[in-house]
């Protein structure tokens, strides 16, 4: 496995800002992604980051709502703009490793627990 | 119908009880299958990948169907310890694209 890291742990914003959530993982991994878990609810993909491309947006999720930078292959960026009380939630970043004959498995870090008044 | 579906919760045993989970899938093209627990409050963790052939790691047995599209997982001697939300998982038939099930919850009691 891999550990993995995220800043902020938590934060509490005022509707309209956007917030910037950081992923640090300590080994270069490919395939990086972004969830969301909404109160009571299991996990959404919200995009795929890998190095070097655009990120890519799963339905419902878009580009100017969730801006991702993936500058090298242990770090990424989430950023929730213009944010309103509906996008309270938890949001995790998770990175993908090759195992010896068996599926690639996905690991996940702590995650970001974000209220919006 | 949802991409994955599994038992509704909470389930609630005693200690040393035998738990089993279930979990049905609808994209035929899923190759990989996992076994996730998240603690309250906490990421999820992996707990097991499901191999074809069935899987076993201590206490926890992994069983997959693939004709009928369902997967279990089997906990004996429950500790409390083992209290969670067990969350059924596969990819998206060859993509990396996991998709999660809602989740069950066990809760183990003294």
């Known amino acids: 496995s891999a550990v993995i890291s995220q800043k902020p742990s938590r934060d509490i914003c005022q509707r309209g800002t956007s917030l910037t959530i950081q992923c640090q993982v300590d080994?270069?991994?490919?395939?990086m992604f972004w969830y969301r878990q909404q109160p009571g609810q299991s996990l959404t993909l919200i995009a795929t980051a890998n190095q070097g491309s655009e990120a890519t947006y799963e339905s419902g999720f878009v580009i100017d709502k969730f801006p991702i930078s993936r500058p090298n292959l242990t770090f990424s960026t989430l950023t929730v703009s213009n944010m309103s009380p509906e996008d309270s939630s938890i949001y995790l970043c998770s990175v993908e490793m090759r195992t010896a004959g068996g599926p690639d498995e996905q690991f996940f870090g702590p995650g970001t627990r974000l209220t919006v008044l | 119908r949802k991409e994955v579906e599994q038992d509704p919760g909470p389930f609630n045993v005693p200690e040393g009880a035998t738990v089993a989970f279930n979990c049905t899938y609808s994209?035929?093209?899923?190759?990989?299958f996992f076994w996730y627990r998240q603690d309250c409050r906490k990421e999820p963790k992996l707990l097991m990948s499901v191999y074809s052939s069935g899987n076993e790691d201590g206490r926890f047995t992994a069983q997959l169907n693939r004709a009928s599209q369902y997967i279990s997982l089997l906990i004996r001697d429950s500790k409390l310890s083992d209290s969670a939300t067990y969350l059924c998982?596969?990819?998206?038939?060859?993509?990396?694209?996991?998709?999660f099930g809602a989740g069950t919850r066990l809760a183990v009691h003294p």
């Open positions: 994209n035929s093209a899923s190759q990989s």
């Open positions: 998982v596969v990819n998206a038939g060859g993509y990396n694209k996991l998709i």
């Open positions: 080994s270069q991994v490919t395939m």
